[in-house]
Antibody, heavy 118, light 110 residues
């Protein structure tokens, strides 16, 4: 079964940092681009970062400079580190598998909630 | 404000056909393949359409996608109560070097 399982969410103070993980199973992980998409409470979807099979990375302006996406193909896991967190980063963070070359995300995790609050 | 523009809401009666539009620009819809997602409350999004008009396995053929210039559309025929959901368009944007989403359209089946 193709599956993505996120972890690492929780309550973080403003200015703090966190690392989200996404463990993949059931498909050839190393060949696929992987993305992180978030959804603030009551809001729409926002793509924030992607990493290709060749480890090329891309970021949305909203997180650029304070986020790092990475992958460990030996563990079939993709990570998202975020720093200088602020209230507007409060959201459900989804990990998603891309079809190819950012053509569409066909497998999604269940999401992990990140709350930035003092 | 989203890079891609979608109507915030749409509605239709059971059995009817509705379309949801998505407007972009030359750096995204005008030059890259569009995909569509459905999201039920409290669940992760689901890919409905990729490469403008291709359906992943398991997506019924009463859902279809199309594109013309810098706009795209998702059509749902034979509307059913289970189609009530939020629908999002998305596409790679060459100017932003990232994926951009529409603001989403909430579909109500009357």
């Amino acid at each position: 079964e193709v599956q993505l399982l996120e972890s690492g969410g929780g309550l973080v103070q403003p200015g703090g940092s966190l690392r989200l993980s996404c463990a993949a199973s059931g498909f050839s992980f190393s060949g696929n681009a992987m993305c992180w998409v978030r959804q603030a409470p009551g809001k729409g979807l926002e793509w924030i970062s992607g990493i290709g099979g060749d480890e090329t990375t891309h970021y949305a302006d909203s997180v650029k400079g304070r986020s790092t996406i990475s992958r460990d193909n030996s563990k079939n896991t993709v990570y998202l580190e975020m720093h200088s967190l602020r209230g507007e980063d409060t959201a459900v963070y989804y990990c998603a598998k891309d079809l190819w070359d950012y053509a569409g995300m066909d497998v999604w995790g269940q999401g992990t909630m990140v709350t930035v609050s003092s | 404000q989203s890079v891609l523009s979608q109507p915030p809401s749409a509605s239709g009666n059971p059995g009817q056909r509705i379309t949801i539009s998505c407007f972009g620009s030359g750096s995204n819809i005008g030059s890259k393949p569009v995909n569509w997602y459905r999201q039920l409350p409290g669940t992760a999004p689901e890919l409905l359409i990729y490469k403008d008009n291709q359906r992943p396995s398991g997506v019924p053929d009463r859902l279809s996608g199309s594109k013309s210039g810098t706009s795209a559309s998702l059509a749902i025929s034979g509307l059913q109560s289970e189609d009530e959901a939020d629908y999002y368009c998305a596409v790679w944007d060459d100017s932003r070097r990232g994926v951009v989403f529409g603001g989403g359209t909430k579909l109500t089946v009357l």
